[in-house]
C-alpha cells in the first residue's frame, strides 16, 4: 500500500481519532488523539491490510521552542543587516508541529514568532510534546509514521498508554522516553531510568533542560 | 549457624539457593560496558536484569547545538567499527529533507565505502567474540585483515576510524589515484583471512559445541522485540533494508543475503562470516560499475598535468584539452579539485561548499563558502521531519530528523539496532549456563555508542 | 632521595625501575572508540607485547597500569574510582584518548570532563582516537616515568623531570 492508501485506511477506521496527516517526503504520517492509540496500534498489529509486525521506533519530539530560535545579530550595532539565506523552497510544504505551532494563534508552517502570550489560563494550547512511532511491515514492505500530541495542558509528566503489550520493542524505547522526556506510559510494567543514572533529577533532551548542566555521583561540578 | 539447612526444612537435607552474580560494568569482555545481573542456580542463569547506559554521550542534545554539517562526527562514534554507515545513513536523511540526490557517483563512493565498513565491523565482531572463547589467533587474523582495510579507508577519508567523510550533499573528496588497486590488493588479503578463519572455527569442535545451541531465540520473539539485521536473519527471517527498502545504487548490485534457520550463535556466526564474502563481492562490483572520475593525464601527451602547466595551456587558450583533466596538486587537496566537484557534490549551493579553487578565485564562491560556514548561517533545510533507514551493520539504522528551517536541527534521532537486541538478552540468556554469556553477549556484538548513544 | 642514598641502592633502584616498566600489566577499562585503537595497538601491526605490555589483567589485584581508554560518563565515574582504589601500590593510570583527557567535545550533562578530576592521571595520550603510534609514544613515556619512580612508590616530585630519552 502506498502512503495515500494507507493514509485513509486509518482514517476509514478512526474518523473521530485522526487529526491529521500528510505525507512529507513521502513519509505516510498519522496525527492521532492519545485516546485512540491502544486500538490503533492493535489493529495496525492484527489486521490483514497493515500488518505492522515492527515497531522500529518509539521516540518524542519537545516542541516548546520550536520556530523561536532567533539568528545571531552579528554587527547589529554597525547597523549592516547580515541575515542568514532564505530557507530552501519547498514545493510541497510541511503542515507544521503536530501539536499546533507554539506561538498560538500564528498559523502553522509560518515563521516562528514570539511565544504565545494572554491565552486563557486552562485552555488545551499547542501540544509540548509528539510521541512520534515508526511502524514497519515485513510481509507488505510498507511504513507508517503515527504521532501523538501530548502535553497541551501544562502538566509535569503528560501520560500516554503504553504498547509493551503488543510488541516487546516498546519495553525500553518506552523507559528511554520516560528517562529523556518525562512522558509517563500507562500499563507499563517497570517505569525506570535506562539511560541516566538514578539520581539524576531533570529529563535532558526537554528544551529546558540546559546542554551542560551536570549532576556528577563522585567528582566536582565542572 | 548451620548454612547448610534451610530453615523449616527437615534435618539433613542440603540447602538450596539461588546466587546473584553480578557480571558489573566492568567486566573482561572486549566489546563494551553494559551491567548483567544474572541469578543462577548453580550454573543455570534463572533470570537476568540488562542494564545499559553506561556510555551516554548525549548524541542527540549535542545534535541540537552544532549546524548539520557539524553532527557528522557525532555520528562517527555511534557505531563506532562502521561509522561510514553512520555518516551515509545521516547524510541521506538530510538529503531527503532537503530533497535534494548526490550524483552517481557519489552513490557508488559512499556504497564502497559503507560496504567497507561493514566488513570491518564484522571482523571486529566474529574476532572479538572467537577471542572470548579462546580462539586468540583468530582475533590477531582478523585484526590483521581490518588494519588494511582501515588503511584503504585511510587513503580515502585521512582518518582510520573516525572518519567524517559524508557531507549533506555529498561525500568529502573524490577516490584518490590508485584506489582500485589498492581496494583489490586489501579484499584479495581479506579474503585469504576468511579462509584462514574459516578453517580454524567453522567445523572446530569446541568453537561448534559452545556456539551452537546457545542463545536462542526465535523469529515471532525477534520480530516482536524490533530485532532486524544478521540477528534477525539467524533466525530465517529474510529482512535486508538494502534488498527491501533499497537506498544508493543498491538495487543494481547483485548479492545474496545469508539466512540462517536456528537463530543461535553458531548461526549468527556463519551468518556475518557469509555476509563479509558478499559485501566484497559488492565493492568488487561497485568499483567495476563506478561512473568514470575525471582523468589525470593530459588526453594528448598522456603525461601528468602539473597544476602550474593546466595554467598555462589555459592561458595560452588551450582549453578543450584540458578543461576535464585533474591536475596533481599538493597531496593534501588530492580528491577535492574542481575538476571532480560535479562527481561528488548534489549541485545545490546552498548545501554544498565550493571548490577551493573557487573559494578563493571568485566572488560567488566566496560568498557561497561565507553562506555555509559562517555562524548562524549554513544549511537552511525547509520545516519538516523525516525518517531515513540504512542497513548498518547491527540492523536498520534509521535517523528521523525534524528541522525548523534553522541552521541547527532541531530533534535528530537515530534508531540503534543494538538497543532492540540488547532488549532481547534476557529472553536470550534464560535457560542457558553461565558461561554462555560469553559467546551469546559476543554474537550480539553490542556497541557501546551506538547502543547508549 | 635517590642521590642521597649509596652506590649500590641507586644501582637497584634502576633496576627495579628497569624489571617494572618492562613488565607492565594493564587494566583496560575500555568504554568507547578508543578501544579500537586500543585492540590495534595490542595486535600484530603495532605490538605493544615488543614493549613488554603485551599481557592485559582484568582484575585490577594483578594489574599495575589503568588504561583509561574512552569516554567516562557521570554513571561509570564511581566505578572507575573503585577500581583505581582497589589497585595495589606503585600504579600508574594512562588517560587514552581526549574524552578521558579534558572530556573532548561531549560538553554535556552526561560526560566527565576529564578523568584527572576524580583520579590522578600519569600519562595523557590526546586523540580522537590516538593513532597506535600515539599510543606507544605514550607507553615509551610511562615507561621513562616507571623507570625513576622510587622503589617504594613515590611519585618524583615536580622539579625532578623524566629523562625522556631513556
Known amino acids: 500500500m502506498n502512503a495515500a492508501s494507507l493514509i485513509q485506511a486509518v482514517k476509514d477506521r478512526f474518523p473521530a481519532g485522526v487529526k491529521a496527516s500528510h505525507s512529507y517526503r513521502g513519509d505516510a504520517t498519522v496525527i492521532l488523539g492519545r485516546e485512540f492509540l491502544l486500538e490503533a496500534a492493535r489493529m495496525l498489529k492484527e489486521d490483514t491490510l497493515f500488518q505492522m509486525n515492527f515497531l522500529m521506533d518509539l521516540t518524542a519530539v519537545d516542541f516548546s521552542t520550536f520556530g523561536t530560535k532567533r539568528s545571531p545579530a552579528f554587527f547589529a550595532n554597525s547597523g549592516i543587516a547580515v541575515s542568514p539565506s532564505p530557507e530552501i523552497p519547498d514545493a510541497d510544504p510541511w503542515s507544521g508541529p503536530p501539536g499546533g505551532h507554539p506561538s498560538a494563534g500564528a498559523a502553522p508552517g509560518t515563521p516562528g514568532g514570539h511565544p504565545s502570550a494572554g491565552a486563557a489560563p486552562g485552555t488545551p494550547g499547542p501540544a509540548r510534546f509528539v510521541v512520534v512511532y515508526h511502524f514497519f511491515s515485513l510481509p507488505l514492505k ?12 501544562e502538566e509535569a509528566e503528560p501520560e500516554v498508554d503504553s504498547l509493551s503489550s503488543l510488541w516487546a520493542s516498546a519495553d525500553w524505547l518506552e523507559r528511554e522516553v520516560w528517562d529523556m522526556f518525562g512522558i509517563r506510559f500507562r500499563g507499563h510494567r517497570h517505569l525506570k531510568r535506562i539511560l541516566m543514572y538514578e539520581g539524576f533529577v531533570g529529563h535532558p533532551l526537554r528544551k529546558d533542560y540546559p546542554v551542560n548542566k551536570r549532576q556528577p555521583l563522585i567528582g566536582p561540578v565542572n | ?96 529533507l532537503l530533497g535534494i540526490s548526490v550524483p552517481e557517483r ?84 581479506t579474503r585469504k583471512v576468511l579462509a584462514e578463519s574459516d578453517a580454524l572455527l567453522t567445523r572446530n569442535r569446541i568453537f561448534v559445541d559452545r556456539m551452537s545451541g546457545t542463545g536462542k531465540i526465535s523469529a515471532d520473539d525477534a520480530i516482536s522485540h524490533g530485532i532486524t539485521g544478521p540477528f534477525l536473519r539467524s533466525t530465517g527471517v529474510e529482512y535486508d533494508v538494502r534488498k527491501d ?19 543461535d550463535n553458531y548461526d549468527r556466526f556463519l551468518v556475518r562470516m557469509e555476509e563479509m564474502e ?69 549541485g545545490e549551493k546552498r548545501v554544498f561548499l565550493p571548490a577551493k579553487e573557487d573559494t578563493y578565485g571568485n566572488i560567488e564562491g566566496l560568498m557561497q563558502q561565507f553562506k555555509l560556514v559562517m555562524y548562524g548561517h549554513g544549511i537552511r533545510p525547509p520545516k519538516g521531519e523525516v525518517y531515513f533507514p540504512v ?63 | 632521595m635517590s642521590d642521597h642514598a649509596g652506590f649500590f641502592t641507586s644501582r637497584l633502584d634502576e633496576a627495579i625501575g628497569w624489571a617494572r616498566k618492562f613488565s607492565i600489566f594493564q587494566y583496560p577499562f575500555v568504554t568507547a572508540c578508543c578501544g579500537m585503537e586500543y585492540m590495534a595497538t595490542a595486535c600484530s601491526h603495532y605490538d605493544v607485547d615488543r614493549f613488554g605490555a603485551g599481557l592485559p589483567r582484568f582484575s585490577p589485584r594483578q594489574a599495575d597500569v589503568l588504561f ?3 569516554t567516562i560518563s557521570h554513571k561509570i565515574a564511581p566505578v572507575l574510582v573503585r577500581i583505581y582504589e582497589q589497585m595495589a601500590e606503585p600504579k600508574w593510570v594512562v588517560s587514552f584518548g581526549v574524552c578521558t583527557c579534558t572530556g573532548g567535545f561531549y560538553d554535556n550533562y552526561a560526560t566527565v570532563m576529564g578523568i584527572d578530576t576524580i583520579i590522578p592521571v600519569d600519562v595523557y595520550i590526546p586523540g580522537c582516537p590516538p593513532r597506535p603510534e600515539y599510543v606507544l609514544d605514550g607507553l615509551i613515556k610511562l615507561q621513562a616515568k616507571i623507570q625513576i619512580q622510587h622503589s617504594t612508590g613515590q611519585r618524583p616530585r615536580p622539579e625532578v623531570r623524566p629523562e625522556f630519552e631513556r
Open chain 2, 278 to 346: 558478499q559485501s566484497i563481492r559488492i565493492v568488487e562490483q561497485a568499483l567495476r560499475d563506478i561512473p568514470p572520475g575525471p582523468f589525470l593525464a593530459h588526453p594528448e601527451t598522456g603525461r601528468p598535468i602539473p597544476a602550474a602547466e593546466m595554467v598555462d595551456e589555459g592561458k595560452i587558450g588551450n582549453i578543450a584539452a584540458i578543461v576535464d583533466a585533474r591536475a596533481v596538486t599538493d597531496p593534501t587537496l588530492e580528491g577535492a579539485a574542481k575538476s571532480q566537484h560535479p562527481n561528488i557534490e548534489a
Open chain 3, 68 to 70: 583509561v581508554v574512552g
Open chain 2, 106 to 189: 557519489c552513490h557508488y563512493i559512499r556504497v564502497i565505502v559503507s560496504e567497507i565498513s561493514r566488513i570491518t565491523d564484522h571482523l571486529t565482531c566474529v574476532g572479538a567474540g572467537a577471542m572470548e572463547l579462546g580462539a586468540f589467533s583468530v582475533f590477531l587474523y582478523m585484526i590483521k585483515a581490518r588494519e588494511f582495510l582501515w588503511e584503504l579507508v585511510e587513503m580515502v577519508t585521512g582518518a582510520r576510524l573516525t572518519v567524517s567523510y559524508c557531507r549533506v550533499g555529498g561525500v568529502k573528496a573524490d577516490l584518490p589515484e590508485g584506489f582500485d588497486e589498492r581496494c583489490r590488493k586489501a579484499l584479495q588479503e
Open chain 1, 142 to 153: 510498507h511504513r507508517l509514521r503515527l504521532e501523538i500530541p501530548v502535553g497541551e495542558v
Open chain 2, 391 to 453: 542497513e548498518g551493520a547491527n540492523g536498520e539504522l534509521g535517523f528521523y530528523i525534524v528541522s525548523d528551517g534553522t541552521s541547527s536541527a532541531y530533534r535528530v534521532r537515530v534508531r540503534p539496532p543494538c538497543f532492540a537486541i540488547m532488549s532481547a538478552l534476557p529472553k536470550l540468556l534464560i535457560g542457558d549456563m553461565i558461561a554462555d554469556v560469553t559467546p551469546t553477549f559476543g554474537s550480539v556484538n553490542m556497541i557501546g555508542g551506538e547502543l547508549d548513544r
Open chain 2, 1 to 96: 549457624m548451620d548454612l547448610t539447612k534451610t530453615p523449616g526444612s527437615p534435618p539433613g537435607e542440603p540447602e538450596i539457593r539461588e546466587m546473584l552474580l553480578n557480571v558489573g560494568p566492568a567486566h573482561p569482555a572486549m566489546h563494551g560496558i553494559i551491567r548483567i545481573v544474572t541469578k543462577l542456580d548453580g550454573e543455570q542463569i534463572v533470570d537476568t536484569d540488562v542494564e545499559i547506559g553506561y556510555l551516554h554521550r548525549g548524541f542527540e542534545k549535542m545534535a541540537e547545538t552544532v549546524d548539520y554539517n557539524g553532527v557528522i562526527p557525532y555520528t562517527d562514534r555511534l557505531n563506532y567499527v562502521s561509522p561510514l554507515i553512520n555518516n551515509m545513513g545521516y547524510c541521506m536523511a538530510v538529503e531527503k
Open chain 2, 245 to 263: 527498502c533499497p537506498y544508493a545504487v543498491y538495487d543494481r548490485l547483485q548479492f545474496d543475503v545469508p539466512v540462517g534457520t536456528r537463530g
